[in-house]
């Protein structure tokens, strides 16, 4: 079965031909050999640092953190859809995996989300950010400790750097 992924300048990756991923599942974009997975990154550092500045710059400007995350999260809500047929080439696809995942996901995301932004309404953007984005540390660790990802000495350094960036940051 070929599946289009337009994300991918419209290359057509076969899934039989897609490398495997994890426990046997397989991840039809491993099989695309660019670099699209650090300018994906890129994009998503950019626009969470610009995020996480609009979310500070609204919340010193009053309001509820929880009204600011209902709106939000609302304009999420819709651009998901879209982005989703741009991308997959189709609107939705659920598959029995990933609804537990994705329940569990999403009630860590609301809580944290309600911490940052009350944390962003109490404090300083400069340290209540940063400490949150220890999460990204946390993720990589338990990536590498559960999923089977290889540790490298550049990893397992990038990681120490981000974890005393952060403890720099917040003093």
């Known amino acids: 079965m070929t599946r289009r992924y337009l994300l991918t300048d419209r290359l057509e990756v076969s899934e039989s031909k897609a490398l495997s991923h994890g426990a046997g599942v397989i991840n039809p974009m491993a099989a695309v050999s660019t670099r699209l997975d650090l300018m994906l990154a890129l994009v ?7 995020t996480d500045f609009i979310r500070r710059k609204g919340m010193i400007e009053g309001g509820s953190p929880i ?14 859809p879209v982005a989703s047929l741009l991308i997959e080439g189709r609107l939705l696809e659920i598959k029995g995996g990933l609804i537990p995942y994705a329940l569990i996901s999403g009630v860590t995301i609301s809580v944290a989300l309600i911490a940052l932004m009350t944390g962003l309404q109490i404090g300083e953007g400069s340290v209540v950010i940063p400490i949150s984005r220890l999460g990204l540390a946390l993720a990589a660790f338990l990536s590498l400790l559960f999923l089977g990802e290889t540790v490298t000495w550049t990893k397992a350094l990038g990681i120490a750097m981000a974890i005393g960036a952060v403890i720099l940051l917040s003093r």
Do not use: H, P
């Open 44 to 50: 998503a550092f950019l626009c969470l640092g610009l």
């Open 67 to 80: 009204s600011y995350l209902i709106i939000e999260n609302s304009i999420l809500l819709a651009i998901l």
